[in-house]
């Protein structure tokens, strides 16, 4: 079994700062199944990236992802107030699916 | 567009069985494309898969959860459920409905759970 493990567990940073969250699994995750989530209070999460860089519909282009292997990264480049929430990876194979534990992302 | 929505009781008794269903409309749930899956926080906890059905018929768990939990799908009315029995404190949750966007039924790209309903909050007390 795969475990995806994220880091750090909270980011204190600044609006305009830039922020980059990290996944790393326990074993090889193809490209192609390697996704990232946004969850903010009371909501359901929402998809921002799915093969590890592509961004999901109407997801600016402030949000990049990259990585492959065992090691992925998210990247906000300039943090908006709205993007202060917490954030999965979630791996996809063999027909079974592994969330990270999430970082969350806070105003300092 | 597709939405989903969750309907089932907030409330349910230890060693009970909880059925939820969560209703698909803005397309078919016989989608070659979409897995129809089940996901679940607990109170300040994170994002935990319990398992996907598909239209045929297929199922697939988490393996902690194997052994309590069905998952179906109605064609005919365009639904989805959950079934999970003995319950305990532990599986209070709020409880997500989700579609799992696949580029076919083998699912050789991944394009990540990209719709889901609003949740519902399920607690286990007697």
């Known amino acids: 079994e795969i475990v995806l493990t994220q880091s750090p567990g909270t980011l204190s940073l600044s609006p305009g700062e830039r922020a980059t969250l990290s996944c790393r699994a326990s074993?090889?995750?193809?490209?192609?199944?390697l996704a990232w989530y946004q969850q903010k209070p009371g909501q359901a999460p929402r998809l921002l990236i799915y093969?590890?860089?592509s961004r999901a519909t109407g997801i600016p282009d402030r949000f990049s992802g990259s990585g492959s292997g065992t090691d992925f990264t998210l990247t906000i480049s300039r943090l908006e107030p709205e993007d202060f929430a917490v954030y999965y990876c979630?791996?996809?194979?063999?027909?079974?699916?592994?969330f990270g534990g999430g970082t969350k992302v806070e105003i300092k | 567009q597709l939405q989903l929505q969750e309907s089932g009781p907030g409330l349910v008794k230890p060693s009970e069985t909880l059925s939820l269903t969560c209703t698909v409309s803005?397309?078919?749930?016989?989608?070659?494309?979409?897995?129809w899956g089940w996901i679940r926080q607990p109170p300040g906890k994170g994002l935990e898969w319990i398992g996907n059905?598909?239209?045929?018929?297929?199922?697939y768990y988490n393996p902690s959860l194997k052994s309590r939990v069905t998952i179906s799908v109605d064609t005919s009315k365009n639904q989805f459920s959950l079934k999970l029995n003995s319950l305990t404190a532990a599986d209070t949750a709020v409880y997500y409905c989700?579609?799992?966007?696949?580029?076919?039924?083998?699912?050789?790209?991944?394009?990540?759970?990209?719709?889901w309903g609003q949740g519902t909050t399920v607690t286990v007390s007697s």
């Open positions: 074993q090889s995750v193809g490209s192609n199944y």
């Open positions: 989700a579609g799992v966007h696949c580029s076919s039924t083998s699912c050789y790209y991944y394009y990540g759970m990209d719709v």
């Open positions: 979630q791996r996809y194979g063999s027909s079974l699916l592994t």
């Open positions: 803005g397309g078919s749930i016989s989608s070659s494309s979409y897995y």
């Open positions: 093969g590890a860089s």
């Open positions: 059905g598909y239209y045929s018929g297929s199922s």
